[in-house]
């Protein structure tokens, strides 16, 4: 069969997906019919407030024409024989979920890969219909590390504290200090401690401590790390104290290296 007719039965298989899930067009309603006239002025300013947010949320035109184009794209080399319908657990809350994300390249892209995950017979059982909602719980920023770690790149962390003589209770603390954010393009580095924590939560990585870093080909990744100013300035400064440097790494979980082979790559 010619790339025409395999590009053709993608986009008829994505037409029926987005033609079963109901998408609304008018997301924001004004609600000042509805109200006393006390209150018209505090719904139209909320009206107005809110309008920018409903130009982010795509409607059923945008989703069919993003996923038409996406998905022709991504199974253009898969042989026709393989491209199957996707389960509805996948599919539905997929498209549902573009309404509200498709404006976020990160998370978009991870959506459009899981649909092509489920839409291939070869690859569809990696297609986790729990994955739609792993997507919905990351922030853009996570969706970078994920896809960072996805790469295969194994990540140093380090975690240290300070103490001071007769003072046991008066401890410094840094933790799980990385480059991790800044080599994934994170938009909020300083937030890294809390994208971690969902990562974690979420199950899509572990942390170990530093026995992974014992090779020659990852102890450079951890001595980067420690030579690094913010790990510098830290020892210089409590330099006179009790000072412990805990190594570790983060790297993806079982869960997460499935989760990227469905979503990432």
């Known amino acids: 069969m010619s790339d025409e007719n ?12 987005v033609e079963a899930v109901p998408v609304y067009q008018d997301v924001v309603q004004p609600a000042a019919k509805e109200l006393g ?10 009206h107005i407030a809110l309008a920018p947010v409903s130009m982010l949320v795509w409607g059923y035109d945008q989703i069919r024409d993003y996923l038409n184009k996406s998905l022709s794209e991504k199974l253009k080399d898969v042989p026709t024989e393989r ?9 539905g809350p997929t498209v549902e979920a573009l309404r509200f994300a498709a404006h976020d390249t990160s998370l978009r892209e991870l959506y459009s890969n899981l649909l092509a995950t489920a839409m291939d017979a070869e690859t569809a059982q990696k297609a986790h219909p729990a994955f739609v909602d792993v997507i919905r719980h990351l922030a853009p920023d996570e969706a970078r590390i994920v896809q960072l770690l996805a790469s295969g790149h194994i990540y140093p962390l380090m975690t240290l504290s300070a103490t001071f003589a007769g003072s046991p209770k008066m401890a410094i603390y840094k933790q ?15 937030l890294i401690l809390s994208y971690l924590d ?32 913010k790990i510098r300035e830290f020892i210089e400064m409590y330099k006179d104290s009790n000072l412990e440097v805990i190594r570790e790494s983060i790297v993806l979980s079982s869960l997460g290296r499935q989760f990227c082979d469905a979503c990432v790559t």
């Open 6 to 17: 395999k590009i053709r039965d993608a986009a008829d298989a994505v037409k029926g997906i």
């Open 83 to 91: 491209i199957i319908a996707p389960n509805p657990t996948i599919a």
């Open 198 to 229: 969902n990562l974690r939560r979420l199950g899509l990585v572990d942390i170990h401590s530093g026995s992974l870093f014992q090779l020659d080909s990852t102890l450079k990744i951890m001595q980067d790390l420690e030579n690094h100013e």
């Open 37 to 46: 006239n006390a209150l018209q002025t505090v719904a139209r300013s909320i």
């Open 176 to 190: 799980h200090v990385s480059l991790i954010a800044e080599d994934a393009g994170c938009e909020h580095p300083d």
